[in-house]
């Protein structure tokens, strides 16, 4: 009986480590990660050693490399044979990887990532309103107005705004009938809920952007294809304001100085 409560007591702490373990590998990835973003370790450096990493993050040397694993797989990182681990540039970085995004956090603002999404969206999106003007089926009009009215009704609840203006382009895109269009959405969902909410925590009021959407569903109804181009492009100037808006907000002290006397 005593060695089989102690079987069971060993196998309970191993339970426990294989709960725990994935949670501590997470909270390691992120804090190298964010030690990456913050140029803790820059860009063309290498990493400390394994064994050095293990005493600064105070964990064993299979969480650093499944973390480092991860991050590679990512492009943040890259391991070289009997040389070590490199910091990768940024241009290599999964970007538009929902945990890479994560990392970066606030530090969005300083790698422009912002505007390239709002120049992407101008790409796309007023290209996709006019493929939903000539294609979009009547549930698919319905789910986009039912996202506008879901803008329309958390006008002062930011995350509430946000999340109904990302169903709302999400469902534009897939409207569209672009196969291509379609697999973006997976792709840039949560960029562009990053952008979304940047531009939409900056803006003075919300309801100009409620009544393009708005217009941008009625054109979508009567099948007005010029009328949906243009209702995105207006949408995307008011989100080009705000950008620049919240840019300007978090921009670091200092910054911009030396090209504004």
């Known amino acids: 009986m ?23 590998q997470k909270n390691i990835t992120r804090a190298i990660a964010s030690d990456i ?3 803790v370790f820059p860009v063309a450096t290498f990493l400390p ?35 070590g681990t490199v910091v990768c540039s940024k241009e290599e970085w999964n970007i538009l990887d929902s945990q890479v ?10 790698f422009d990532l912002l505007n390239c999404i709002l120049e992407a969206r101008r790409a796309i999106e007023p290209a996709a309103a006019e493929f939903a003007a000539e ?13 506008w009215q879901g803008m329309r009704d958390g006008e002062r609840d930011l995350a509430g705004f946000t999340d109904a203006d990302v ?4 469902c534009l895109l897939k409207a569209s009938h672009n196969q291509v269009f ?22 003075e009021r919300r309801d100009e952007a409620i009544d393009i959407h708005g217009e941008l569903v009625e054109a979508l109804r009567m099948r ?3 009328a949906a181009r243009d209702c995105s492009m207006r949408m995307l100037d008011l989100a080009a304001r705000d950008l620049a808006a919240a840019v300007k907000r978090h921009r670091p002290v200092g910054a911009g100085l030396l090209n504004n006397p």
């Open 2 to 24: 005593a060695m089989a409560a102690e079987g069971q007591g060993h196998q309970g702490i191993a339970a426990e480590r294989l709960q725990r373990r994935p949670r501590v």
């Open 37 to 39: 973003c913050a140029e």
């Open 49 to 83: 050693r394994e064994n050095d990493l293990c005493e600064r993050y105070g964990v064993s040397r299979t969480v650093i490399r499944e973390s480092l694993k991860i991050l590679e797989s990512k492009g943040m990182v890259r391991g070289r044979s009997r040389v």
């Open 101 to 110: 995004l994560e990392w970066i956090g606030e530090r969005i603002f300083e």
């Open 135 to 147: 294609r979009a089926t009547v549930q698919e009009i319905a789910d986009l107005e039912r996202a």
């Open 167 to 170: 169903a709302f382009h999400t």
């Open 182 to 203: 379609l697999q973006l959405v997976g792709i840039i969902q949560t960029a562009l809920k990053f952008s979304l909410h940047a531009s939409n925590e900056a803006a």
């Open 224 to 226: 007005d294809k010029a």
